[in-house]
């Protein structure tokens, strides 16, 4: 049998527009992400425009070129204004600087789609981005994207909770009949931050959902879940799946910095490792 390493490079959050709102942010504004759990420290000067997300982002592109890996996947929150297509078009005018011989894969954030879903929000990141729930294959390793916003809230959209769970088991099915030799899931919000049977908050899949992906990861045996939404780094492990949630391309909320992970597969092992941004 073949063992044929593959590599990628995981992105998460440049949220375009994230630090010039964050810049304005009133003492009610820090208070009341704070209810949320959401600790927002930025002493800076006010800044207009995008351009500190412009260079981390060039930044993390231009690494991924060096590391030239079979793809890179950036795990949601492009932007931080779904509406606003400035960021949208800096977003896009910079990832094309990505080699054309490494792939680009979308996930789907709560900043694209809203925390709670709509047809019409739905319909708008189809467009800019395409499908949010889909697979691809690269050698014997079976790769499944999930729009995890569905999973947090999909009180407007009800019916899409069991297109994506019936989806997320048929594709588990195929990649477990085809014998890869690793199944990895890529989506935005984390299924919880340090316990399975934590409570409910911002940051995770709520628990009936959250109960229902885990019984699937387990029972197909995936390797690793890889998230974003944290803007820091957070290492998770259930049964023998690695839960992986990385550190933000843009504003950081944690200890560590903007940053990027390397991730390589080969027939019997997943090692990752955190690349801090320096821009
Ligand atoms: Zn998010």
């Given at each position: 049998?073949?063992?044929?390493?593959?590599?990628?490079?995981?992105?998460?959050?440049p949220q375009f527009g994230m630090y010039s709102s964050v810049s304005k942010?009133?003492?009610?504004?820090?208070?009341?992400?704070?209810?949320?759990?959401?600790?927002?420290?930025?002493?800076?000067?006010?800044?207009?425009?995008?351009?500190?997300?412009?260079?981390?982002?060039?930044?993390?592109i231009e690494t991924?070129?060096?590391?030239?890996?079979?793809?890179?996947?950036?795990?949601?929150?492009?932007?931080?204004?779904?509406?606003?297509?400035?960021?949208?078009?800096e977003l896009i005018r910079i990832s094309r600087l990505l080699n054309e011989d490494i792939k680009l894969y979308w996930v789907a954030g709560n900043h694209d789609v809203g925390d709670k879903p709509t047809r019409a929000g739905l319909a708008q990141y189809k467009e800019q981005f395409g499908e949010y729930n889909y697979s691809f294959q690269e050698e014997n390793c079976y790769f499944i994207v999930l729009n995890s916003s569905i999973c947090y809230d999909p009180g407007s959209v009800p019916d899409e909770w069991d297109v994506l769970i019936s989806f997320l088991e048929k594709e588990l099915q195929i990649a477990a009949s085809a014998q890869q030799s690793h199944k990895i899931i890529f989506m935005h919000h984390p299924?919880?931050?340090?316990?399975?049977?934590?409570?409910?908050?911002?940051?995770v899949i709520p628990s009936a959902r959250r109960?229902?992906?885990?019984?699937?990861?387990?029972?197909?045996?995936?390797?690793?879940?890889?998230?974003?939404?944290?803007?820091?780094?957070?290492?998770?492990?259930?049964?023998?799946?690695?839960?992986?949630?990385?550190?933000?391309?843009?504003?950081?909320?944690?200890?560590?910095?903007?940053?990027?992970r390397h991730v390589q597969l080969d027939d019997n092992s997943l090692t990752h490792e955190y690349l801090g941004l320096t821009s």
């Amino acid at each position: 049998m073949k063992n044929k390493k593959v590599s990628f490079v995981q992105m998460a959050d440049p949220q375009f527009g994230m630090y010039s709102s964050v810049s304005k942010f009133s003492d009610a504004d820090k208070a009341e992400r704070r209810q949320r759990g959401i600790n927002i420290e930025y002493t800076g000067p006010v800044l207009e425009g995008l351009a500190k997300e412009t260079s981390l982002f060039t930044e993390a592109i231009e690494t991924a070129n060096k590391i030239n890996p079979d793809f890179v996947v950036i795990c949601g929150d492009m932007v931080h204004n779904s509406n606003s297509d400035e960021q949208f078009q800096e977003l896009i005018r910079i990832s094309r600087l990505l080699n054309e011989d490494i792939k680009l894969y979308w996930v789907a954030g709560n900043h694209d789609v809203g925390d709670k879903p709509t047809r019409a929000g739905l319909a708008q990141y189809k467009e800019q981005f395409g499908e949010y729930n889909y697979s691809f294959q690269e050698e014997n390793c079976y790769f499944i994207v999930l729009n995890s916003s569905i999973c947090y809230d999909p009180g407007s959209v009800p019916d899409e909770w069991d297109v994506l769970i019936s989806f997320l088991e048929k594709e588990l099915q195929i990649a477990a009949s085809a014998q890869q030799s690793h199944k990895i899931i890529f989506m935005h919000h984390p299924l919880f931050l340090n316990d399975p049977n934590e409570g409910d908050n911002y940051f995770v899949i709520p628990s009936a959902r959250r109960a229902k992906i885990i019984d699937l990861i387990t029972e197909y045996d995936v390797s690793g879940v890889f998230t974003g939404h944290l803007h820091r780094n957070n290492y998770q492990k259930i049964g023998n799946t690695e839960l992986v949630s990385t550190g933000p391309v843009g504003f950081p909320l944690g200890e560590d910095p903007s940053g990027i992970r390397h991730v390589q597969l080969d027939d019997n092992s997943l090692t990752h490792e955190y690349l801090g941004l320096t821009s």
